[in-house]
């Protein structure tokens, strides 16, 4: 099948559809994962997602994975919980909590996994989709729960834009202004475990973060703007995911979460070298100036 072929071809559609939504939500909230330095909280959160979905299958038997995604909810959630109480109510530093987040929930999810694969029971195979991701799958069911998990992170993010762009790069002065700045993070470290939860099926737990940091990542090297930036990184995610799914397609075997993530970091390598001589143009100028000056 050629690659043009492919675009109409259904199951195609539906998978690139589902990437492509998935791109754009983890542009737009890994922007200011990116710019607050917390880039390392989704690879926690993405990990510790492993254990509620164990603990669902575990407790009620099923599959389905509407249920299975509340369990990685919350399981996501009670780790960001757990690493903002550490940094708070002790004297450990943020990336330690991080690192200790991970390895308490990782490891726990593992266990589980490891239980539940040696229950006597056929119903639990396929539940390792879950750690690197089977795109391939993809439903209209779960494209609508990634469009929906995404209108409703773009109505938040337009809603509290200006609160949000002042907490990502002055925190102290969005404090001093009487803004809730501990509302505010608490809001934002959850958009940001929602839009994680929504990508596992297709990536994983292990590559979701990636999918989170590179669009967004790359986007900062082309622009200084917020504004442009998170538009930017919605673009490099959605063309991540197409570019993944459509190479996936392509080639036999080749698993669709590893080629979109990729496809990203392509996206990523191709914006250094671009970010590095757009900096040494600025260099120049701004010596032209001082030396105009003189």
């Not at 998990?149 to 337009?158: E, R, S, Y």
């Not at 939860?197 to 917020?226: D, E």
């Amino acid at each position: 099948m050629s690659a043009l072929s492919l675009f109409h071809d259904y199951t195609f559609q539906v998978v690139a559809l589902g990437a492509a939504l998935l791109g754009m939500t983890s542009g737009l909230i890994g922007s200011f994962a990116v710019l607050r330095r917390e880039s390392l909280l989704g690879d926690v959160v993405s990990h510790a997602a492993l254990p509620g979905i164990a603990a669902v299958f575990l407790m009620t038997g099923t599959k389905d994975t509407v249920w299975l995604l509340v369990g990685a909810l919350c399981s996501g959630l009670a780790a960001t919980g757990f690493i903002l109480g550490v940094v708070r109510y002790s004297r450990i530093r943020f990336d330690t909590a991080l690192a200790l987040g991970m390895s308490v929930f990782f490891g726990l999810g593992l266990v589980l996994l490891t239980y539940v694969q040696k229950i006597p029971n056929s119903n639990q195979a396929g539940l390792q989709r879950f750690i690197f991701g089977q795109a391939a799958i993809l439903l209209k069911g779960d494209i609508l729960v990634i469009a929906v998990t995404g209108a409703v992170l773009l109505a938040l993010t337009l809603l509290f834009w200006k609160e949000l762009k002042l907490l990502s790069f002055d925190p102290e002065f969005a404090r001093s202004l009487g803004l809730p700045t501990r509302a505010l993070n608490v809001l934002l470290s959850a958009m940001t475990v929602a839009a994680i939860i929504a990508g596992l099926q297709t990536v994983g737990v292990i590559l979701m973060s990636a999918m989170l940091v590179a669009p967004a990542v790359a986007a900062r090297q082309w622009t200084n703007r917020l504004g442009v930036m998170v538009g930017l990184a919605s673009l490099f995610g959605a063309v991540s995911g197409v570019a993944g799914t459509l190479a996936s397609s392509a080639a036999a075997k080749l698993p669709a979460g590893p080629a979109i993530v990729v496809a990203a970091d392509v996206i990523v390598l191709v914006s250094l070298a671009f970010g590095r001589a757009r900096e040494s143009r600025g260099r120049r100028g701004r010596a032209a100036d001082r030396v105009s000056r003189a």
